[in-house]
Nanobody
Framework: QVQLVESGGGLVQAGGSLRLSCAAS????????MGWYRQAPGKQRELVAD???????NHADSAKGRFTISRDNAKNTVYLQMNSLKPEDTAVYYC?????????????WGQGTQVTVSS
């Protein structure tokens, strides 16, 4: 059983910063990718950024230059440092953990953490 626990969301003024954390526990394959997605009201869930266990990162265009994803493999924890926040960043942010074993995809999600940016 894999569990993802997120923390760090909250209310911040435009231009401010937040740091999200997501700790994974359970039976986790060492070669994996962890990421952050977000979903705003009335919109589809979208990728914000992800990072492989080898450290390769991918940031959505909306996140480039403002958000930075990182991870601590020893702690199975992924972080999202969000700077220069904008009201349009308001959403529920979800942590994701995924790995492949042969043809099977193992895909896990956190419960989500609310980020609200006021103008």
């Amino acid at each position: 059983q894999v569990q993802l626990v997120e923390s760090g969301g909250g209310l911040v003024q435009a231009g401010g910063s937040l740091r999200l954390s997501c700790a994974a526990s359970g039976s986790i394959f060492s070669i994996n990718a962890m990421g952050w997605y977000r979903q705003a009201p009335g919109k589809q869930r979208e990728l914000v950024a992800d990072i492989t266990s080898g450290g390769t990162t991918n940031h959505a265009d909306s996140a480039k230059g403002r958000f930075t994803i990182s991870r601590d493999n020893a702690k199975n924890t992924v972080y999202l440092q969000m700077n220069s926040l904008k009201p349009e960043d308001t959403a529920v942010y979800y942590c994701n953990l995924v790995w492949w074993s042969s043809t099977l995809k193992y895909d896990f999600w956190g419960q989500g953490t609310q980020v609200t940016v006021s103008s």
